[in-house]
Structure formats: structure tokens, C-alpha cells
């Protein structure tokens, strides 16, 4: 079935040897602990939005994990949105000296490819072609018995077939690729696909090809990871309706406090799948079988498809669920006659205001977290009739897989923590999110737990790889193996040095509560914001509570301690002296209106009583005749 809007790559057919490999791979992968790694400093890369016609072998997997402290990141910046392109798209450069492309940013392709100057079958694209000749840097891939070489025997050949039966083919080479000058992330050697044949919306599109963040050996991700220059994750955060824009992020990056996560099968399938159990629209679940989603692969997340399908089952169910929710809205046509487009109008134009008229959509994950989406995440807009949406969510055909598409993570920033093999969601604003990476510095390495013995435990800067909050206390709960009565002649030594290895002011570390609890001690610790300020940016927030899981070490008498639980508050906003006082103000301005009034009112009538009273005569001084009045 020819999917609609941009569609990647569930029906991809790669060669055998490179299937192999793949399944090779993810069963070394399987059944690995959800431990925390070491992480490197991520690599964050901006996001563009495109139309909608839109090697060597890696070291073994089992290395991942070690050494994953202190390395640089790479940023990259994510141009256009979903209705106007179909997809994403972020700058990458290839070759000695760089030339530039626009690549999609695809989480279901395995392979990078750009179109080859040599390429006789390839459409007109935003860019160049790239021109080995003029690489200083290029060497082909030889032939070996990895891969599927070319008819001379000569160079290793790739192949790509997608869902929307379009293609890529060529011959893949290495070289120098770079992440732009706003990247950390010094450049890399890396294989990727020259391409000699295109068909389908590859052909058509504008975007100069695909950036593979799939699992799989010529994956981007996957040879950075090998080489031990990023952590083994990344994130990707969308632009809202109407706006596009966003971040990218390669490598390891801090959660933000509130992130949901779900478990991600790296054995099932090469695609990053989700354990969606259920959906709800205005808070009723569907009522569908909730195994309907286990289908086939899943539930695959894909960045590269631009909207969402469901099987049959949970398609009917989801559209009569969200038509019976909007009873004032007219249902219209769509704006393409060949497609049978759901469509509402009356909705008005901003998008802000559309939870007033559609409802909410819940997905729930096996683990019983929940994702809640706001029209902006199942709406796309009637691109022929103002104030007028239709519904993004459509069939997969007969397909049982359920495929989630960018439309759904808009405004999401989703990290897939390949390492952990899961994948978190954290509701934001990705259009701003750029921005915020680029005046916080590098972010930092996430938070672990178990560094392994051959971690980097030197101290790390502060994190600032999330969009920017505020956050006015950071409460912690740390057990300390040592009796209260010995703890407590030592309780400002403690404060003392924990503010030291926390590298803030001893004022900002205050103990709220000790509790003695046998042989060990409970303290509640509350870190606060310095000076006379009530707030502490977010990096500076997760940098004390890196270096308060990595780098506290207690003298040998004040023994070993275990953090418990943290967490962190907004601010209480402080008011000012006028605006505590302002209603005070209020009534004595009004009481000192209302006295003048009266004392210039009082006044006005005396006057008036005094001028109509008969003026002194002195006495024997002849006045007109009165009558007198009977009694």
C-alpha cells in the first residue's frame, strides 16, 4: 500500500549479509540488565523539515557501555514541519574539503546515503552531488565478505526499498563527515552510501537523502557508538503545528525530571518499538483488543514517516471516538481528492485554542506511564479551508503493525536510550529547544548509577542539554551508615563538606530532618538556589545532582552513604513590597479620597449657610419695617 505523506522505511530489503549481521547484533543484545552507562556528552544536531514527495566492520556491541563518561556531543539544528515538507531534515557535511547536504533524520533507516556525482538515476535535490574526486579524504569500501560487492568485485554496493515503493542504491565509501561548527563533536570517519539510483519520492523529494539512525552497522549511531565518541542514545525533539524547527541530539544527555519511558525490544526487531497497551480518547479507552498493537513488529516509533497508522481494528475505534468529541464541528472533505481525508471545520486558527474542541488522546505503555497528546499530535491543517483540521491518524492497511510518525512526537523531545533499551518522552517546546542547547553550553553526561570500574569520574560541566526551567530547591534524601548518636557532633562537618563536593556555598546546603534509623542515619537535605536569588537554571540543578551521585566522597568517620531520592521544585515566586502591600494601598487612597471629599463638601455647605445669613447692623441703625408674625 502507498502510504500517504512521507512514509519510511518498514518495508525495507536489505541485503542478506547485512540482515545477518543485524539479527547477529540485536541477539548479542538481548537480555541485557537496564543499567545505567556512563555517558558521553551528547551530540546535538539541528532539525530541517522537507517536502512530503518526500564498510568497515563495528566492534562488538558488548563494548558499549564502557568508558562512557566525558566525551564532546554533536548538536544539530531541525528546519521545516510536518504539513508543509513531510519530514525533517538536518545539515551534515561530508569530505575533505566539506560539501554540505541536507539529509532526512531517520530513526527506521540503517543507512546514510547522499547522491553521487556519477549517479545517472538520481531527481534534483537541494544540493550538489557529492563529488569523490574532490575529497581529499574519500576511499571506497572494499569488497569483503560483509557485504554485497558491485559486479567487478571491487567496492562493497548497499540497497534500501521502502513502504511507499521507493528505492536507493549505489556503492558506499568512507570519509570525513562533520556535524557543523555548532557541534562539539570533533569529525569523524564514517561509511555511508553513495548513491548511483533513485526512485520513488526519493527521486522527487528535496532533501539530498537519508541520515540512518537505525540499528545496524552502517548506521550513523551505531559506527559514532563503536568508535566511543558518543554515548549510545539520542534524542530528537519536533516543532509544534505551523512553527517546524527543532534539536537533534547524538549521544547520552540528562532527563528531565518528569520524563516517562517504555520498554524498547531491541531483539524483535531492527525498528525502535514501544509497548503500547492501550489508547484513550477524553479518558475511555478504546475498546479494542489491546494486543492489537503487538502486532507484527509492535508498535515501531519512526521519525522519518510523517503521520500515524493503525490497524484496522484501532483505526475505526480512534476515528469514532474522536468524531463522537466533536458534535459542534461540520465534517468536510479533505483537500486532496485521493485520499478519503477525516476532516473538521469550525475549529478556528489557533492552535493553542484547539484542546477547547478536540479532545485529548492518552497512550498508556506496558509499564503504565502515560503519554498524553494534544490535537496538535493526531491534527494536521485543511491546507483549502481556514480554521478546518483533519485527523493524521489513518489505516495501515491490512498491516497489524502500528507505526507512530512525527506528528505524534510534536513538541516532544524522545530520547532513545539504546543503551537502556528504552525510549522516554518529555512534553516541551522544540521550536525554542535549539536555542536553549546553544546559550546553555555542552550538555553534561546523564546520571548513572553504576559508572563500571573503567568509567571517567571526573568532574563534569554542568548539564544543559534540556529546555531551559527554573528551579528553586533540590531536595535530597541520602542514608548514611552511621549511628545517629556518633552523626550528630558531626552534622555541620557534614554540610560543610558536601557543599564543598557539590562546588556551591556551605549557606546553600541546609539539614531539613535526621532520623536515626538503627545502625544508619536518614537526613533530608534541601539545596538551595545561591545568594538572594529564589531559582537556579536547570543545568546548573542537574550538574549538583551529577556530582551528588558521582563525586561525594566521605571521610573514613563519617563512613558511606546511599542516595535515596531527590527531586527538584519550581520556585516560589516572590512578591514585591508593593505588590504584598498593594491592597492596603488600594484602601488608603480610596479613605484618603473619600475624607477630602468630605471636608471640601462640609465646607462648600458652610459657606453657603454663612452667605444667606442677614449681615451685622450696628445697634439704633435704621432698618425697613417688618411685620410682625401672629403668634
Known sequence: MASRGWRRPLGSLPALALALFLLAVAAAAAGSPDRAAPSRPPLVLPLTLSYPNAS???????????????????????????????????????????QEFALIVDSGSTVTYVPCASCEQCGNHQDPRFQPDLSS???????????????????????????????????????????????????????????????????????????????????????????????????????????????????????????????????????????????????????????????????????????????????????????????????????????????????????????????????????GQKLSLSPENYLFRHSKVEGAYCLGVFQNGKD??????????????????????????????????????????????????????????????????????????ITVYMSINVTYPNLKPHLHELAELLAKELEIDSSQVRVMNVTGQGNSTLIRWDIFPAGSSDSMSNATAMGIIYRLQHHVQLPEHLGSYQLLEWNVQQPISRRSWLQEHVVSILVGVLLVVFLSLSAFLGLYLWRKKFRGQAAYRPVGSVGPEQELQPL
Open 137 to 367: 579524504t574519500y576511499s571506497p569500501v572494499k569488497c569483503n565478505v560483509d557485504c554485497t560487492c558491485d559486479s567487478d568485485k571491487n567496492q562493497c554496493t548497499y540497497e534500501r526499498q521502502y513502504a511507499e515503493m521507493s528505492s536507493s542504491s549505489g556503492v558506499l565509501g568512507e570519509d570525513i563527515v562533520s556535524f557543523g561548527t555548532e557541534s562539539e563533536l570533533k569529525p569523524q570517519r564514517a561509511v555511508f552510501g553513495c548513491e548511483n539510483s533513485e526512485t520513488g519520492d526519493l527521486f522527487s523529494q528535496h532533501a539530498d537523502g537519508i541520515m540512518g539512525l537505525g540499528r545496524g552497522q552502517l548506521s550513523i549511531m551505531d559506527q559514532l557508538v563503536d568508535k566511543g565518541v558518543i554515548g549510545d542514545s539520542f534524542s530528537m525533539c519536533y516543532g509544534g503545528m505551523d512553527i517546524g524547527g527543532g534539536a537533534m541530539v547524538l549521544g547520552a544527555m540528562p532527563a528531565p525530571p518528569g520524563m516517562i519511558y517504555t520498554h524498547s525490544n531491541a531483539v524483535r526487531s531492527p525498528y525502535y518499538n514501544i509497548e503500547l497497551k492501550e489508547m484513550h480518547v477524553a479518558g475511555k479507552a478504546l475498546r479494542v483488543d489491546p494486543r492489537i498493537f503487538d502486532g507484527k513488529h509492535g508498535t515501531v516509533l519512526d521519525s522519518g514517516t510523517t503521520y500515524a497508522y493503525l490497524p484496522e481494528q484501532a483505526f475505526v475505534a480512534f476515528k469514532d471516538a474522536v468524531s463522537s468529541q466533536v458534535h459542534p464541528l461540520k465534517k468536510i472533505r479533505g483537500p486532496d481528492s485521493n485520499y478519503k481525508d477525516i476532516c473538521f471545520a469550525g475549529a478556528g486558527r489557533n492552535v493553542s485554542q484547539l484542546s477547547e474542541v478536540f479532545p485529548k488522546v492518552d497512550m498508556v505503555f506496558g509499564n
Open 56 to 98: 568497515r566492520v563495528a566492534s562488538s556491541r558488548s563494548r558499549r557501555g564502557l568508558a562512557e563518561g566525558g566525551r564532546p556531543s554533536a548538536r544539530m539544528r531541525l528546519h521545516d514541519d510536518l504539513l508543509t515538507n513531510g519530514y525533517y531534515t538536518t545539515r551534515l557535511h561530508i569530505g575533505t574539503p566539506p
Open 400 to 473: 497489524p503493525t502500528t507505526l507512530l510518525g512525527g506528528i505524534v512526537v510534536r513538541n516532544t523531545l524522545v530520547t532513545y536510550d539504546r543503551h537502556n533499551e528504552k525510549i522516554g518522552f518529555w512534553k516541551t517546546n522544540c521550536s525554542e529547544l535549539w536555542e536553549r542547547l546553544q546559550s546553555g553550553g555542552a550538555p553534561s553526561p546523564a546520571p548513572s548509577n553504576d559508572p563500571g570500574p573503567q568509567a571517567d569520574l571526573s568532574p563534569a560541566p554542568a548539564p544543559s542539554g534540556l529546555p531551559e526551567f527554573d528551579v528553586g530547591l
